[in-house]
């Protein structure tokens, strides 16, 4: 099993949807979580970080973790075609500094 | 500048030669992390310095890899005796402490 599993895409959605990307991950004792956008040739920019289970707002960008489930998701409303990316998340590993990061999924926002 | 540089930003090497990549973080960051990333790949874990202490080095493949900091801001990354399987784009980030990290804008290195 992989630390960080994102299912790779692309994933397509219409202008003015809502995009939901996923993340589970398999260390139960991680405690910091994040979510990167990556344009094509492009180096991660950070779009949202999360610690605690829930949802946290940003924007048009909400960030939702469950631990219990291990898992992690993002949701951008509202998706424009500039958003469309490469969406990287990023797993603290527990008790470390290191963090891991999934394949990434490809978003397709479709004008 | 106000982020993350790196140098240089295209390396084309021959199978068997010596590669450095320099990383300029973020003034005031004390974290600094290295990572690799292939095509359609995440950035992989290779190092991660606090200071100009490695605090973690788990993620470097072989002996070939190494990285220093001497004065806990600019870095180098070393690789001896490149192999074709080493072509990758290296990533720089930068931290204030843990949590966010500023990537820089990476170096492509191709090894014939």
């Known amino acids: 099993q992989k630390e960080v599993e994102q299912n790779s895409g692309p994933l397509s959605v219409p202008e003015g949807a809502i995009a939901s990307l996923n993340c589970t991950y398999s260390?139960?004792?991680?405690?910091?979580f994040f979510w990167y956008r990556q344009y094509s040739g492009k180096s991660p920019e950070l779009i949202m970080f999360?610690?605690?289970?829930g949802d946290k707002e940003d924007g048009r960008f909400t960030a939702q973790l469950n631990k219990a489930s291990q898992y992690v998701s993002l949701l951008i409303r509202d998706s424009q075609p500039s958003d469309s990316a490469t969406y990287l998340c990023a797993v603290e590993t527990s008790g470390t500094y290191k963090y891991i990061f999934g394949t990434g999924t490809r978003l397709k926002v479709l004008a | 500048g106000a982020g993350v540089s790196q140098t240089p930003s295209n390396k084309v090497t021959e199978k068997g030669k010596y590669v450095e990549l320099r990383c300029d973080p973020i003034?005031?960051?004390?974290?600094l992390y290295w990572y690799r990333q292939s095509l359609g790949q995440g950035p992989e874990f290779l190092i991660y310095f606090q200071g100009t202490g490695a605090a973690d080095d788990s993620g470097l493949p072989n002996d070939r890899f190494f990285a220093v900091r001497p004065e806990g801001s600019v870095s180098t990354l070393k690789i001896q005796r490149t192999e074709r399987g080493d072509s990758a784009v290296y990533l720089c980030a930068s931290s204030f402490g843990p949590g966010e990290q500023f990537f820089g804008p990476g170096t492509r290195l191709t090894v014939l």
């Open positions: 260390d139960r004792g991680s405690q910091s």
């Open positions: 003034s005031g960051h004390t974290a």
């Open positions: 999360i610690y605690s289970n």
